[in-house]
């Protein structure tokens, strides 16, 4: 007779007590996602990614762009995604993660080891949650899958364009040079 394999529900205190190995340990109702480190072409989007985000939301008052070690925290449930925007806390709750608003815009780049949780679990999470706009990052595929609450999602392979609420003029982005390409 076969038995059902028990998965372990993990907590965030179970989370933060581990220890700093390195990887990026994430928990979304419960299930425990452990990613190494990135690789260099990772980065090298993400930092041009956030080239083109830090002056754009400074321009438009539309908060801050945060990076790796910064979380969206809510309900048990905890993320560390590779950019977001959101407003900062107010200086009460400028250590508690837990009260800091939904962000405006989260940026996923895939991986080997993050594409399937990107595209569910995380795609899921964000949107339950409130997360306005989300971008899954495809340096494979050398496009942008864009997730608007309340809008067909859209993959995009040669100009990206952001125009959140609040902003007078779009961020448009060529996927080409973000790419790396000449």
């Known amino acids: 007779m076969h038995m059902a394999t028990r998965v372990k529900r993990w907590t965030l205190d179970e989370v933060h007590s581990l220890a700093d190995d390195g990887n990026k340990y994430e928990l979304i109702h419960g299930e425990l996602f452990v990613t190494p480190p990135p690789s260099v072409e990772h980065e090298t989007i993400l930092g041009r990614l956030s080239a083109l985000l830090v002056p754009y939301v400074a321009k438009h008052d539309l908060g801050m762009v945060y990076h790796p070690r910064a979380v969206v925290r809510v309900q048990g449930s905890e993320a560390e995604p590779d950019l977001m925007v959101r407003r900062p806390p107010s200086e009460q709750l400028r250590n508690d993660w837990d009260r800091v608003a939904i962000p405006l815009l989260v940026i996923e780049v895939l991986s080997p080891y993050t594409r399937r949780r990107d595209h569910m679990q995380k795609r899921d999470w964000y949107a339950e949650i409130g997360v306005v706009e989300y971008w899954i990052v495809d340096p494979e595929q050398r496009a942008v899958r864009v ?27 060529d996927l080409g040079r973000l790419f790396g390409e000449p």
Do not use: Q
């Open 147 to 173: 997730i608007k609450r309340g809008a067909d999602e859209s993959l995009v392979v040669d100009t990206l364009r952001w125009h959140p609420s609040g902003a007078d003029s779009p961020l448009v982005i």
